[in-house]
C-alpha cells in the first residue's frame, strides 16, 4: 500500500500541517460507549487517540444507512455479505478498496 502523504522519499506533511487539530469524544473501546469527565461532560481525545477513536467509529458505522453522516462517511459492508466465493481474490481486492476508501476520506 503507497502512502498518501509520501513524495519520494520525503513526507509531505504540508497538507497536515494546515489541519486543525484532531479532535474526537473519547471511546471506551471494551465498554463500547462513550467516556465521560467526573462532572458528567463527555471527554475529548486529540491527535493519535482520536484518530484511533475515528477509525473505530468510522468502520463501525454502515454507509449510507443514517441520515446524520455524510455520504462519504462509513463502510459500505452489506454488499459484501452472503457472497458465495468470499475468500476469491475479487472480493478481496474490492474489500481491500472499501475499507481504504473509507479511511482516506479523513486527511
Known sequence: ????FMIGNTVNTEQYNTQKEFKEYAW???RNSFIYNDDGSMKIVTRNE???VWV????QTERFRYGAYYDDYGLDLERFVGKVAANDEINANELYNAVKETLLVNP
Open 50 to 52: 482520536a484518530i484511533k
Open 28 to 30: 471506551d473501546f471494551n
Open 1 to 4: 500500500m503507497t502512502n498518501p
Open 56 to 59: 473505530y467509529k468510522v468502520l
